[in-house]
């Protein structure tokens, strides 16, 4: 059973839509992390979030925090082909030492 | 230049023989991780280290073995592999004992036959 559940799984659209992907469990995380993969590399950090209800933009990218810290979205605005990747949550316990990911999500936009 | 790297970046090799998957980073990172990602399960973390001869286990740690004699190493070592353990296998480090900011290697991709 995944700790962390990423929906949806895949994801296509056309160049110039919006979209949202979901990161949802049953257990509270002290911070919330999303990541982008490309082919042939190593996930790389987009964002960390800490604070339930937090709410951070990184150009058209805007991640938020659940109020209860066990979940949350990553939302882009008018996505771009370069947006395509495997989107991936991760998140931290309390006790800090460890990290677990979401099974991910593959965006592609078609130009 | 900072990064983690990992050697082979491609390997295959037959059910039994013993193998080392080496992982650096050259940025005085307290923390470094191994992770092995499948289709449909995301990456899950192996083992990982909180600094220098302190190692433990993560999620998955059955069939690996790790060593961190040095901070800027971290091997992961498989006694026996076996076809289950056909992945990609990523190293991560971050400065602070603890997996925030995590950098990630560029990953190996390892075939068991």
Known sequence: TQLLE????????QEGENLTVYCNSSSVFSSLQWYRQEPGEGPVLL?????????????????????ARKDSSLHITAAQPGDTGLYLCAGIKASGSRLTFGEGTQLTVNP | EAQVTQNPRYLITVTGKK????????????????YRQDPGLGLRQI??????????????????????KEKRNFPLILESPSPNQTSLYFCASSLFASPETQYFGPGTRLLVL
């Open chain 2, 47 to 68: 083992y990982y280290s909180m600094n220098v001869e302190v190692t433990d286990k993560g999620d998955v740690p059955e069939g690996y073995k790790v060593s961190r």
């Open chain 1, 47 to 67: 964002v960390t979030v800490v604070t339930g209800g937090e709410v951070k933009k990184l150009k058209r990218l805007t991640f938020q925090f659940g109020d």
């Open chain 1, 6 to 13: 990423q929906s949806p799984q895949f994801l296509s659209i």
């Open chain 2, 19 to 34: 193998l080392t998957v080496t992982c650096s980073q050259n940025m005085n990172h307290e923390y470094m991780s191994w």
